[in-house]
């Protein structure tokens, strides 16, 4: 199926099943433990053994020996698996660093030899047997000394050229009010519940591979081409997957050792990283260096606004690209945004939820608060002042949805905007300091190809497979929610079967693509069903309507089971895009509020309330959207107050590579979360009518934390996370 004009009318407009606020059909395989996870396939592999995963020990250099013989004659061990008998792997087209190092070294921790035994203390004991020697190179580990000589763009680098709109020097040096300020972001951990873990098994010279992965066909192409196999020799199965947030795009070193230490050992074998290797051998969001520069009329026009980042990543990767929201968000027609690569040799830099937009919010969101306070304006009238309904740098295309100024409104009435102070510390509870924040929200949508495959069979039952995953975000119960519209079933008549690469290619789970794509992909494939079945009961399918488990055309009606009496009825088909996201800009908007307190005597910041609103297409399902915004604000929270992955700049790895000493938010530290959804729906999107949402409710947070603690105590901090030595020295007299 050609999505190339807007939606009309269709058969989810009904809205019986969709966008209702529904449990998690999967939810009880979690809550009893039956959900099967990589690690457990204890229902399909038997007699598995273990895999531990050796890391290396320094971040740049080369292995010149490596002594493996004491660790071989361990008690249970296997086999050992190095670059060195590995035999020849390619990289992967997602991966920056190889999977397995030797013997060159990328990057600290990665894995350089993979131990298999019997049992997983076994594997463990024989790797800290294994003796390896290092010649040490001089390593990149800076970022800010490194941008410093980082070029703004170059020819394949992976850096965009800079983006220009109009005079953005001459009207900024024209501006009557003008800031100029620099923001850092620094390197975080996807630090999900479930660590990367696979189990492998060989048939032959086919593969199977049981792996936490968010994009199925991804990984099993990376995996064939790594190893130099038939991508038909390969096949990924992930049903459930404990937490991605990105990290879980690409396939990573569990997969690809799992494989080869089963290769090696001759039986199935399961690997997971440990928690120390998460942080290093896999990737993570990279940190950033931000200048923001506005110029604005006495009356708060924007009449300039530029925003430049600098990231690092290893050789031949690419930069966080922070300033895409600043390319759409607000007015102003003399325009610049730049980004700056520099090469690092610390661990790889890639997706991490709401990649670009995330951080790039973090900055730009403090800088609005800090223009509309030297202005004298309201930070909501300030925003909204320079609200646009075109693309600022293209006025010829148009927003195809865009309630960012209704979100702020609808969020300053719910959140009692109106009795916020503008002038910080004049709010007090005891020795508590009361501040306000907000923030706007923003988050481009994506349209990707996306088939599935629908089976109704001879009792009225509809099976949905595609290889879409669920990574907790509620995928299995609105692709069945989709089915049941559209086949006018019961949820309770509906299977899904996810996360298999036998499926049919979905568009997979990240970058708040996954829920409109994978739907619209199952739109679809129910479509074509319904042409099936309709011709099986002597319908015309243009006038049939399905639903109550019949078809009824005129005053003709017959059960659905009874179109497949003869024999099951299958149906397959592919979403696929025109341009209309090309002719109008997709997008998703909101608003964030947050409420804290801070110590008046010791600084020590507690957040009381947020809320945010958030206009995105059609809300698929309110209950599971609900649990992924208030999740990405929870992410935000963290990102603003406490996640921080510490550079030891000298050797070059991140030192609080585990739960111990990277700190992530706990529930004593996020209050009641209030979530609003606008009634809204975007026919330009695909036939659901959705947008993405998840993301949406991570961007703008940190800078709504920001802007509350500066309302409370008057301290500006523009380098995140906002801790204790950031905001003492700056604080008011304690009395």
């Known amino acids: 199926m050609k999505f190339d004009t807007p939606a009309t009318t269709n058969p989810i407009d009904r809205l019986k099943v969709v966008g209702k606020a529904t449990d998690r059909i999967d939810g009880p395989l979690k809550t009893t433990g039956r959900a099967p996870y990589a690690y457990e396939r204890h229902d399909a592999v038997q007699n598995p053994a273990y895999g531990y995963v050796l890391g290396s020990g320094i971040a740049k250099g080369r292995i010149i020996g490596m002594d493996l013989e004491e660790a071989e004659a361990a008690p249970g061990v296997l086999a050992i698996v190095t670059a060195e008998n590995a035999g020849k792997l390619t990289k992967g087209n997602f991966n920056t660093a190889k999977l397995l190092g030797g013997p060159a070294i990328e990057h600290y921790h990665q894995a350089i030899a993979l131990v298999v035994a019997e049992t997983f203390e076994q594997a463990r004991a024989a790797a800290s047997l294994i003796r390896v020697r290092y010649a040490r190179e001089d390593g990149r580990f800076d970022l800010a000394e490194q941008l410093k000589t980082a070029p703004i763009s170059s020819d394949g680098d992976g850096t965009p050229k800079p983006d220009r709109t109009g005079d953005f020097d001459g009207a900024f040096a024209a501006a009557a009010v003008q800031l100029d300020a620099t923001y850092t972001t620094p390197d975080h951990s996807h630090a999900m519940m479930e660590p990367h873990a696979s189990t492998a098994a060989w048939d032959g010279d086919a593969l199977t591979l049981w792996t936490s992965n968010q994009m199925i066909n991804w990984g099993k192409g990376d995996v064939a081409r790594t190893l130099g196999i038939p991508k038909e020799k390969v096949r990924l199965i992930s049903p459930f997957i404990g937490g991605g947030f990105g990290g879980k795009l690409f396939v990573r070193s569990d997969a690809l050792l799992a494989a080869l230490g089963a290769r090696a050992a001759k039986r199935p074998v399961k690997v997971a990283l440990q928690r120390p290797l998460i942080a290093n051998n896999t990737t993570h969001r990279p940190a950033t260096i931000q200048r923001i520069r506005i110029g604005a ?19 031949g990767g690419g930069p966080e690209t922070a300033v895409a929201q600043t390319r759409l968000l607000y007015a102003g027609e003399n325009r610049l945004t730049a980004m700056r690569l520099a090469v690092l040799d610390l661990p790889e830099g890639n997706a991490m939820r709401a990649p670009g937009e995330a951080p790039g919010m973090m900055a730009l969101e403090i800088a609005m608060d800090e223009m509309a306070e030297k202005l004298g304006i309201d930070p909501i009238a300030f925003r909204a002042a320079n609200d646009t309904q075109v693309d600022p740098e293209k006025p010829e295309r148009p927003f195809s949805q865009r309630k960012l100024v209704e979100c702020m409104q609808i969020g300053a009435d719910r959140f009692g905007w109106a009795r916020r102070n503008a002038t910080p510390g004049k709010r007090r509870d005891g020795r508590w300091i009361i501040g306000m924040g907000m923030a706007a929200a923003f988050r481009n949508n994506l349209n990707m190809r996306s088939a599935a495959r629908v089976r109704l069979d001879g009792n009225g039952r509809v099976t949905v497979e595609t290889d879409m995953t669920d990574i907790g975000t509620g995928t299995y119960t609105i692709i069945a929610q989709t089915a049941a519209e559209m086949m006018g079933v019961p949820l309770e008549a509906v299977a899904v079967r996810l996360g298999d690469s036998s499926f049919p290619v979905s568009a997979g789970s990240g970058g708040q693509w996954g829920a409109n794509s994978a739907t619209a992909g199952v739109y679809a494939a129910c479509a074509a069903l319904r042409d099936k079945v309709a011709a099986a009961l002597g319908f015309n399918a243009t006038d049939a309507v399905f639903e109550d488990g019949k078809v009824r055309a005129g005053n003709r009606s017959a059960a659905l089971a009874d179109a497949a009496k003869g024999g099951e009825i299958v149906a397959e088909d592919v979403m696929e895009y025109g341009d209309l996201a090309k002719k109008q800009q997709q997008s998703t908007f909101g608003a964030h509020f947050v409420e804290v307190g801070v110590d008046a005597a010791t600084a020590e910041v507690r957040i009381r ?58 529930h004593a530290d996020i209050p009641h979360q209030e979530v609003i959804f606008l009634d809204e729906t975007d026919p330009t999107s695909s036939p659901m009518k959705a947008k993405g949402v998840g993301e949406l409710g991570i961007c703008g947070v940190g800078a709504a934390v920001a802007n509350a603690i500066y309302n409370a105590c008057g301290v500006r901090v523009r380098d995140y996370p906002i801790t204790l030595d950031k905001l003492l020295p700056g604080m008011p007299a304690f009395v």
């Open 609 to 666: 309330r947020m809320l945010a609103v958030c206009a995105a297409g059609r809300i698929l399902n309110p209950k599971s959207a609900r649990s992924q915004v208030i999740g990405a604000m929870t992410m935000g929270a963290g990102a603003a107050l406490m996640e921080e992955l510490a550079v030891d700049k000298r050797f070059g790895f991140f030192v609080n590579h585990d739960l111990a000493g990277y700190e992530v938010p706990v």
């Open 297 to 315: 009329d006495r009356n708060g026009r924007i009449r300039a606004i530029a925003h430049e980042s600098g990231s690092g990543d290893l050789p």
